[in-house]
């Protein structure tokens, strides 16, 4: 299973972009990157997810490198509600699997 | 649209106690997931269902744990008898389908299980 690794902490300001990296190195090709997040007591939340282009919603982008090797989730404007979990995840093939990892804790200051 | 349910959100019994936790998916949903997760870390996958069909198990804890999904709806996610360790968030989530972006899998807020 394609395993990813993500820094464990971030801070950013309120109102600036948060740029989150992920790697997952040994994806393979028809391997999608999800993104969720968690905020506390809270479910995860599903925030976007691609295959090899980049992708944007009305939450956030996501750029996928060329060889896929690495992502990076985008949040443009963050806010104090941001603060969370953020999870990157590489699901295995068609079998449903979601694995998460340790995720990142983005803390966002006033 | 109304998102995943789940009930109880808390739940405190002493250790040797049965518990049971109930799941509603979103409507339309096919694929139904239970979750486990632990202080500090991301959820564990427990079993997947389609339909009524629990299609992966494999980490279910079969000599404590059991679940149910009749008429392929809701779903029923059992612990008898429930131990210290159990202590725990257990969460349900949902999707259309399986494979592609159908399998986008959608959360409910979790049952927070305390055995004492």
């Known amino acids: 299973d394609a395993k990813t690794t993500q820094p464990p902490s971030m801070d950013c300001a309120e109102g600036r972009a948060a740029n989150l990296p992920c790697n997952h190195s040994?994806?393979?090709?028809?391997?999608?990157v999800y993104w969720y997040r968690q905020i506390h007591s809270q479910g995860p939340q599903y925030i976007i997810h691609?295959?090899?282009n980049n992708e944007t919603n009305e939450m956030a982008s996501l750029i996928i490198t060329e060889d896929r090797k690495s992502s990076t989730l985008i949040l443009p404007h963050a806010t104090l509600r941001d603060t969370a979990v953020y999870y990157c995840?590489?699901?295995?093939?068609?079998?449903?699997?979601?694995?998460f990892g340790q995720g990142t804790t983005l803390q966002v200051k006033p | 649209e109304a998102g995943v349910v789940q009930s109880p959100r808390y739940k405190i019994i002493e250790k040797k106690q049965p518990v049971a936790f109930w799941c509603n998916p979103i409507?339309?949903?096919?694929?139904l997931y239970w979750y486990l997760q632990n202080l500090g870390q991301g959820p564990e996958l427990l079993i997947r269902y389609e339909n009524e069909e629990a299609v992966d198990d494999s980490q279910l804890p079969k000599d404590r744990f059991s679940a149910e999904r009749l008429k392929g709806v809701d779903s029923t996610l059992k612990i008898q008898p429930a131990e210290l360790g159990d202590s725990a968030v257990y969460l349900c989530a949902s999707s259309p389908g399986v494979g592609g972006r159908e399998e986008t899998q959608y959360f409910g807020p979790g049952t927070r299980l305390l055995v004492l």
């Open positions: 995840i590489v699901r295995v093939g068609n079998t449903g699997k979601l694995i």
């Open positions: 691609g295959l090899k």
């Open positions: 409507s339309g949903h096919n694929t």
């Open positions: 040994t994806i393979s090709g028809n391997e999608y």
